[in-house]
């Protein structure tokens, strides 16, 4: 369905992003034995994707803080720091997934346990994940893939994420342009579930906050409504 671009009528009804995040990442991850992947943010961290899709891979978990789930038996690789400045060596990965992640870069991150925010004007775009894209550009290997994954619509703040809009968006592509090729996708939530769609129609959707209850609507969405995906391969040192 995915690499058809194509999904049923009432596909994710009630459900989050992660329903179209987690299939179009699969859909473009192609693992050989031995590959070096790195999970910048820790959102594959779950013992049925670590048994089935890194089995044969070297994996990499880098996020801020120590999970609950913890699967160095299997020879996982965790490490701990932010993602704007990260201790690997130039184009060392094979394959990046950097899956929502991008959004919670230097906003308060206290709702999962730690804060490291120094976001003081919630009315405005925090930049900080520019920092993020370049690491991860400069750690991708040569022909390496990245896929990228964040809320796209209206620019909002919810205080533990920011949804990116077009002028944030434009600043990261501008940075991908650099350094090789790469393709969007972007997904809408409606009350008929998940589809493909475009950056114009997606460009004015807002985010439903189940913390605090901003953006609920009669639509049954349970956070973004919107989703912009990137496929990035690195063609330049």
């Not at 910048?40 to 049925?48: E, I, M, R, V």
């Not at 990965?93 to 991150?109: A, G, K, P, R």
């Not at 209850?213 to 496929?231: L, Q, T």
Request: glycine letters at 6%; proline letters at 3%; a neutral charge.
């Amino acid at each position: 369905l995915f690499s058809k671009r194509t999904l049923p009528n009432g596909y994710g009804i009630g459900i989050d992003e992660r329903i179209v995040e987690y299939p179009w990442i699969f859909s473009n991850l192609n693992i050989k034995d031995n590959t070096k992947i790195l999970d910048a943010g820790s959102t594959f961290n779950f013992s049925f994707i670590i048994n089935k899709i890194y089995k044969n891979a070297q994996l990499y978990i880098y996020t801020y803080y120590p999970e609950h789930n913890n699967y160095a038996s299997k020879r996982i690789s965790y490490i701990y720091g932010d993602l704007r400045d990260v201790p690997f060596k130039d184009n060392y990965f094979d394959t990046i997934i950097c899956q929502s992640t991008i959004e919670h870069i230097n906003m308060d991150n206290s709702i999962y346990g730690y804060t490291n925010s120094n976001n003081n004007d919630n009315t405005k775009p925090d930049y900080e994940y520019l920092k993020v894209i370049d690491e991860l550009l400069r750690i991708l290997s040569y022909k390496g893939l990245l896929l990228l994954t964040f809320p796209y619509g209206k620019f909002e703040n919810h205080g533990f994420f920011q949804q990116f809009n077009q002028q944030m968006v434009s600043l990261l592509i501008d940075k991908l342009t650099k350094k090789g090729i790469f393709e969007i996708v972007f997904f809408k939530y409606t009350k008929n579930g998940w589809q493909f769609s475009t950056e114009e129609e997606c460009k004015e959707a807002f985010s439903y906050n189940p913390h605090t209850g901003i953006g609920k609507d009669d639509d049954g969405a349970a956070h973004s409504r919107a989703i912009c995906c990137i496929k990035f391969t690195k063609n330049l040192y």
